[in-house]
């Protein structure tokens, strides 16, 4: 009996969602199943979860695309409307191919549903690190909006923990002011999380203001919250006696007959000897003074 086959996820890369199996036989030129496309004949994809493309990174992509070529193919699918072929993972080597010049960019053919398109450009977003915090959480908000998917599904297939999914799609909780701060990288993720511990977006607009004018990290943000939110600080456990330390304050209790606490440390100390009456001071007194 075989074993279920198990869902692929981010650790397989992107052969994990659409198999080398796949591949239309029309694309099967080459032993690697790469074949030659006309730039111009590739349009984006429309889930591309990647809004924001840095313009010196496309440049210096570019220029190493004119010196080595596109080591990597674009994966594309055939476009049912047209004769051409829609992008589904690669889009900044294709805008740098353009930018470069190439007529032609080397791809890779395959049969991809809708979900699939989306599924497979966040997959390589995530892999290289590319997704802004903003975009990988629209991405995963129509991952669960479209699709359906749980937030355990979303995580099962870009390879990151329940809790992380589900930390980011909050996000898009925030406050315009704070979304626009993120995507400025003027606060990190980290900020944003703490933020959303307020219960307004009004006070989550007026801790960011405090958090970009003081520079705040992400420990002082969340003690900032913590203040604005009423919570005290938590207060800290104080270690426990050292037993050479308690029995001297026995001897000391049995010996004036009262509580006696006392505080030890490497330069000395102070021992504390409490009285609950006039004539408990007075005994105390006497035998202190030897009267």
């Known amino acids: 009996m075989t074993s279920p086959r198990k869902r692929p996820g981010l650790g397989k890369g992107l052969d994990a969602l659409i198999p080398m199996d796949a591949l239309p036989s029309a694309s099967a030129d080459s032993a690697a199943g790469v074949v030659e496309v006309p ?42 409307q047209t004769t051409g072929y829609i992008l589904v993972a690669g889009e900044r080597r294709l805008l740098a191919a353009k930018e470069a010049g190439l007529e032609k960019v080397p791809v890779v053919v395959r049969e991809a549903t809708d979900q699939q398109r989306l599924e497979l450009a966040l997959i390589e977003n995530v892999q290289r690190a590319d997704l802004s915090p903003l975009e990988t959480a629209d991405a995963y908000q129509q991952l669960v909006d479209e699709f359906g998917l749980a937030h355990a599904e979303i995580a099962e297939r870009v390879g990151k923990s329940r809790v992380a999914v589900t930390n980011t799609l909050r996000l898009l909780n925030l406050p315009p002011s704070a979304k626009q701060a993120l995507l400025e990288e003027k606060i990190s993720e980290g900020h944003a999380r703490a933020l959303l511990a307020l219960s307004t977006s009004q006070s989550q607009a007026a801790a960011l203001q405090t958090v970009i004018d003081k520079k705040l990290s992400v420990r002082q943000t969340e003690e900032l919250v913590r203040k604005l939110s009423g919570e005290k600080p938590p ?22 007959g009262t509580k006696v606490s006392m505080k030890h440390g490497n330069k000395g100390g102070t021992i504390t000897v409490h009285y609950y009456s006039n004539e408990e001071l007075d005994a105390l007194l006497a035998k202190f003074l030897e009267e």
């Open 39 to 80: 730039v111009d004949q590739i349009s984006p994809n429309p889930r591309q979860p990647r809004v924001h493309f840095k313009p010196t990174g496309i440049a210096e992509l570019a220029a190493s695309i004119r010196e080595h070529g596109i080591i990597q193919p674009l994966i594309v699918t055939r476009d049912e």
């Open 235 to 256: 207060l800290r456990e104080r270690p426990a006696p050292q037993p050479e330390v308690v029995e001297l304050e026995e001897r000391l209790r049995s010996a004036l």
